[in-house]
């Protein structure tokens, strides 16, 4: 296992005061892991599946916005599940979908825990300090890339 504040928290979010948003509250929670934004699922993607990968012996976080143009979170949570390399990387759906089907989808992808994106502000930003609590506690396993 390692500990907490080596991870990387890889966050997938289109919408840029959202992602600052949970950057803030993040560390409003008192996490100090780096935080790595990507504006949609393919820069993702790219930057875990790209020929060279960046960090090999990293231990990654993905929180995945459902709704992006392009490459959908669900299509980037099954990418990263159906991968050897990436399977056990924890993925956090972080979404206003509130869709029964949605979540059940969502989970039988391989998804870890999914959030609804409170509408009202304050709920967004308590919701997302609780995350942040909750990742402080969570226990991970090691690097989640596997290259050779």
């Given at each position: 296992?390692?500990?907490?504040?080596?991870?990387?928290?890889?966050?997938?979010?289109?919408?840029?005061?959202?992602?600052?948003?949970?950057?803030?509250?993040?560390?409003?929670?008192?996490?100090?892991?780096?935080?790595?934004?990507?504006?949609?699922?393919?820069?993702?993607?790219?930057?875990?599946?790209?020929?060279?990968?960046?960090?090999?012996?990293?231990?990654?976080?993905?929180?995945?916005?459902?709704?992006?143009?392009?490459?959908?979170?669900?299509?980037?949570?099954?990418?990263?599940?159906?991968?050897?390399?990436?399977?056990?990387?924890?993925?956090?759906?972080?979404?206003?979908?509130?869709?029964?089907?949605?979540?059940?989808?969502?989970?039988?992808?391989?998804?870890?825990?999914?959030?609804?994106?409170?509408?009202?502000?304050?709920?967004?930003?308590?919701?997302?300090?609780?995350?942040?609590?909750?990742?402080?506690?969570a226990k991970?396993?090691?690097?989640?890339?596997?290259?050779a």
């Amino acid at each position: 296992m390692v500990e907490n504040k080596a991870v990387k928290i890889l966050l997938v979010e289109d919408e840029e005061a959202h992602a600052e948003l949970v950057k803030m509250n993040l560390g409003r929670s008192g996490m100090t892991n780096d935080i790595l934004h990507f504006n949609n699922g393919l820069k993702l993607v790219d930057y875990l599946f790209n020929n060279n990968p960046p960090h090999k012996d990293d231990t990654y976080l993905v929180i995945l916005d459902v709704n992006m143009p392009g490459l959908d979170g669900r299509q980037v949570l099954e990418r990263i599940k159906k991968d050897e390399r990436t399977r056990r990387t924890p993925v956090i759906m972080l979404t206003t979908a509130e869709d029964e089907r949605e979540i059940e989808r969502c989970y039988n992808l391989g998804c870890n825990l999914y959030l609804t994106k409170p509408m009202d502000y304050d709920a967004f930003c308590e919701a997302v300090h609780k995350l942040g609590l909750f990742i402080q506690n969570a226990k991970f396993p090691g690097p989640s890339l596997l290259m050779a």
